[in-house]
């Protein structure tokens, strides 16, 4: 596989866990918001096992290993210029 499409999949998927993780934060915001502010039903929402907070963790977990994914990439480029240029 070419160098720069490797490195170009995973700055899609770095983008992908920014935009997740800002959907979260918002989500997370709301859900905030509503336990100051209860609906006037008085039905709470239920907290699932896997919480806003658990899915957002995980995916920054996802973005730190992501980047060090594509740091080393960057490095296996430049060794393969190296080569090359031999």
Same mark, same amino acid.
């Given at each position: 596989?070419?160098?720069?499409?490797?490195?170009?999949?995973?700055?899609?998927l770095?983008? #992908?866990a920014?935009?997740m993780?800002?959907? *979260?934060e918002?989500?997370? &915001?709301?859900?905030?918001?509503? @336990?100051?502010?209860?609906?006037?039903?008085?039905t709470?929402?239920p907290?699932?096992?896997?919480?806003l907070?658990? #899915?957002?963790?995980?995916?920054?977990?996802? *973005?730190?290993?992501?980047? &060090?994914?594509?740091?080393?990439l @960057?490095?296996i480029e430049?060794?393969?210029?190296?080569?090359?240029?031999?």
């Amino acid at each position: 596989m070419d160098p720069r499409k490797r490195t170009h999949l995973v700055h899609e998927l770095m983008q #992908e866990a920014h935009l997740m993780m800002g959907t *979260l934060e918002k989500a997370m &915001e709301g859900e905030r918001s509503e @336990e100051r502010h209860p609906a006037r039903h008085g039905t709470p929402h239920p907290r699932g096992l896997y919480s806003l907070e658990d #899915e957002h963790k995980a995916w920054g977990k996802i *973005l730190r290993a992501l980047t &060090e994914m594509q740091t080393d990439l @960057e490095q296996i480029e430049q060794a393969e210029h190296q080569r090359i240029e031999r």
